[in-house]
Protein backbone atom coordinates (compact mmCIF):
# COMPACT_ATOMS: atom_id res chain seq x y z
CA UNK A 1 0.00 0.00 0.00
CA UNK A 2 2.99 2.31 0.75
CA UNK A 3 4.36 1.72 -2.92
CA UNK A 4 0.75 2.60 -4.38
CA UNK A 5 0.74 5.44 -1.94
CA UNK A 6 4.08 6.94 -3.82
CA UNK A 7 3.03 5.57 -7.11
CA UNK A 8 0.06 7.77 -7.20
CA UNK A 9 1.44 10.64 -5.63
CA UNK A 10 4.39 10.63 -8.33
CA UNK A 11 1.62 10.29 -10.92
CA UNK A 12 -0.08 13.26 -10.15
CA UNK A 13 3.15 14.98 -9.77
CA UNK A 14 3.92 14.47 -13.48
CA UNK A 15 1.27 16.20 -15.04
CA UNK A 16 -0.22 19.01 -12.15
CA UNK A 17 2.73 21.68 -11.82
CA UNK A 18 3.01 21.92 -15.67
CA UNK A 19 -0.46 22.52 -15.78
CA UNK A 20 -0.36 25.26 -12.93
CA UNK A 21 2.59 26.55 -14.22
CA UNK A 22 0.78 26.71 -17.23
CA UNK A 23 -1.83 28.61 -16.11
CA UNK A 24 0.02 31.31 -14.28
CA UNK A 25 2.13 32.31 -17.06
CA UNK A 26 -0.91 32.12 -19.45
CA UNK A 27 1.80 29.67 -21.87
CA UNK A 28 0.77 26.27 -23.02
CA UNK A 29 3.73 24.91 -24.51
CA UNK A 30 6.27 22.27 -23.27
CA UNK A 31 9.75 21.84 -24.15
CA UNK A 32 11.55 18.57 -25.48
CA UNK A 33 13.40 18.10 -22.33
CA UNK A 34 10.48 18.64 -20.50
CA UNK A 35 8.16 16.65 -22.65
CA UNK A 36 10.59 13.42 -22.74
CA UNK A 37 11.32 13.53 -18.68
CA UNK A 38 7.53 13.65 -18.53
CA UNK A 39 6.43 11.12 -20.42
CA UNK A 40 9.69 8.87 -18.41
CA UNK A 41 7.74 9.32 -15.21
CA UNK A 42 3.97 9.11 -16.66
CA UNK A 43 4.67 5.86 -17.86
CA UNK A 44 6.49 4.84 -15.32
CA UNK A 45 4.34 5.32 -12.43
CA UNK A 46 1.06 4.32 -14.96
CA UNK A 47 3.00 1.07 -15.26
CA UNK A 48 3.85 0.95 -11.60
CA UNK A 49 -0.03 1.40 -10.72
CA UNK A 50 -0.93 -0.97 -13.11
CA UNK A 51 1.63 -3.85 -11.21
CA UNK A 52 0.96 -2.78 -7.86
CA UNK A 53 -3.12 -3.17 -8.39
CA UNK A 54 -2.22 -6.61 -9.84
CA UNK A 55 0.13 -7.95 -6.83
CA UNK A 56 -2.96 -6.20 -4.68
CA UNK A 57 -5.38 -8.48 -6.89
CA UNK A 58 -3.39 -11.42 -6.07
CA UNK A 59 -2.98 -11.09 -2.35
CA UNK A 60 -6.39 -11.25 -2.13
CA UNK A 61 -6.71 -13.92 -4.10
CA UNK A 62 -4.65 -15.67 -2.01
CA UNK A 63 -5.96 -14.74 1.29
CA UNK A 64 -9.75 -15.56 0.14
CA UNK A 65 -9.02 -19.06 -1.98
CA UNK A 66 -6.08 -20.28 0.39
CA UNK A 67 -6.34 -18.62 3.90
CA UNK A 68 -4.66 -21.86 5.81
CA UNK A 69 -1.38 -21.29 3.32
CA UNK A 70 -1.47 -17.30 3.36
CA UNK A 71 1.46 -17.01 5.61
CA UNK A 72 3.30 -19.52 3.76
CA UNK A 73 2.52 -18.11 0.29
CA UNK A 74 2.62 -14.37 0.85
CA UNK A 75 5.42 -14.03 2.89
CA UNK A 76 7.58 -10.93 3.51
CA UNK A 77 10.12 -11.61 1.06
CA UNK A 78 7.80 -12.70 -1.64
CA UNK A 79 6.11 -9.39 -1.62
CA UNK A 80 9.25 -7.43 -2.03
CA UNK A 81 10.18 -9.69 -4.76
CA UNK A 82 6.72 -9.05 -6.13
CA UNK A 83 7.20 -5.08 -5.41
CA UNK A 84 10.77 -4.92 -6.97
CA UNK A 85 9.86 -6.74 -10.48
CA UNK A 86 7.11 -4.18 -10.69
CA UNK A 87 9.71 -1.60 -9.89
CA UNK A 88 12.12 -3.14 -12.45
CA UNK A 89 9.30 -3.76 -15.30
CA UNK A 90 8.23 -0.22 -15.18
CA UNK A 91 11.73 1.75 -15.13
CA UNK A 92 12.45 -0.72 -18.28
CA UNK A 93 9.91 -0.45 -20.45
CA UNK A 94 9.50 3.87 -19.11
CA UNK A 95 13.48 3.79 -20.71
CA UNK A 96 12.76 1.94 -23.63
CA UNK A 97 10.20 4.63 -24.77
CA UNK A 98 12.11 7.68 -24.25
CA UNK A 99 14.79 5.90 -25.76
CA UNK A 100 12.60 4.90 -28.95
CA UNK A 101 11.71 8.85 -28.99
CA UNK A 102 15.73 9.69 -28.65
CA UNK A 103 15.94 7.89 -31.62
CA UNK A 104 13.75 10.11 -33.78
CA UNK A 105 14.40 12.87 -36.08
CA UNK A 106 12.42 15.98 -36.35
CA UNK A 107 11.68 18.10 -38.76
CA UNK A 108 11.01 21.25 -36.64
CA UNK A 109 11.50 22.93 -33.72
CA UNK A 110 10.00 20.57 -31.01
CA UNK A 111 7.42 22.89 -28.55
CA UNK A 112 4.35 20.91 -27.54
CA UNK A 113 0.89 22.93 -27.25
CA UNK A 114 0.29 21.16 -24.13
CA UNK A 115 0.84 20.66 -20.66
CA UNK A 116 0.77 17.10 -20.97
CA UNK A 117 3.05 15.02 -23.13
CA UNK A 118 1.54 12.01 -24.44
CA UNK A 119 3.92 9.35 -25.92
CA UNK A 120 1.66 9.10 -29.25
CA UNK A 121 0.98 12.44 -29.87
CA UNK A 122 5.48 12.87 -30.09
CA UNK A 123 5.72 10.03 -32.32
CA UNK A 124 3.51 11.70 -34.88
CA UNK A 125 5.43 14.92 -34.80
CA UNK A 126 8.64 12.54 -36.48
CA UNK A 127 9.34 13.40 -39.55
CA UNK A 128 10.26 9.69 -40.45
CA UNK A 129 8.66 6.65 -40.75
CA UNK A 130 7.78 5.73 -36.90
CA UNK A 131 6.67 1.91 -37.80
CA UNK A 132 8.97 0.27 -35.17
CA UNK A 133 7.94 2.67 -32.42
CA UNK A 134 4.04 2.24 -33.40
CA UNK A 135 5.05 -1.12 -33.12
CA UNK A 136 6.96 -1.18 -29.82
CA UNK A 137 4.31 0.94 -28.38
CA UNK A 138 1.30 -1.59 -29.30
CA UNK A 139 3.32 -4.38 -28.37
CA UNK A 140 4.33 -2.98 -24.96
CA UNK A 141 0.98 -1.54 -24.15
CA UNK A 142 -0.74 -5.27 -25.03
CA UNK A 143 1.93 -6.97 -23.03
CA UNK A 144 2.22 -4.55 -20.00
CA UNK A 145 -1.88 -3.96 -19.46
CA UNK A 146 -3.57 -7.12 -21.47
CA UNK A 147 -1.23 -9.10 -18.96
CA UNK A 148 -1.93 -7.35 -14.95
CA UNK A 149 -6.01 -6.73 -16.69
CA UNK A 150 -6.04 -10.14 -16.88
CA UNK A 151 -4.37 -10.99 -14.00
CA UNK A 152 -6.51 -9.15 -12.25
CA UNK A 153 -10.28 -10.35 -14.01
CA UNK A 154 -8.71 -13.88 -13.40
CA UNK A 155 -7.97 -13.16 -9.50
CA UNK A 156 -11.26 -11.86 -9.01
CA UNK A 157 -13.13 -14.21 -10.64
CA UNK A 158 -12.06 -17.33 -8.66
CA UNK A 159 -12.30 -15.22 -5.53
CA UNK A 160 -15.79 -14.71 -6.76
CA UNK A 161 -16.31 -18.20 -7.20
CA UNK A 162 -15.04 -19.13 -3.94
CA UNK A 163 -17.29 -17.30 -2.04
CA UNK A 164 -20.42 -18.57 -4.44
CA UNK A 165 -19.45 -22.11 -2.87
CA UNK A 166 -19.25 -21.40 0.40
CA UNK A 167 -22.60 -22.81 1.80
CA UNK A 168 -23.47 -20.92 4.49
CA UNK A 169 -24.16 -17.01 4.52
CA UNK A 170 -22.22 -15.87 7.80
CA UNK A 171 -19.19 -17.89 5.89
CA UNK A 172 -19.50 -15.58 2.35
CA UNK A 173 -20.04 -12.28 4.60
CA UNK A 174 -16.91 -13.02 6.36
CA UNK A 175 -14.80 -13.55 3.13
Known sequence: LSNLSLVDIGFISTTIP???LNIQTQSKAITYAGCI???YFFILFIGLDDFLLTVMAYDRFVAICH???YMV????RFCGL???VSW???VLNSLLQCLMVFSLSFCTALEIPH???ELNQVVQLACFDTFLNNMVMFFVTVLLAGGPLAGILYSYSKIVSSIRAIPSAQGKFKA
Open 67 to 69: PLQ
Open 115 to 117: FFC
Open 18 to 20: KML
Open 37 to 39: TQM
Open 88 to 90: IIS
Open 73 to 76: IMNP
Open 82 to 84: LVL
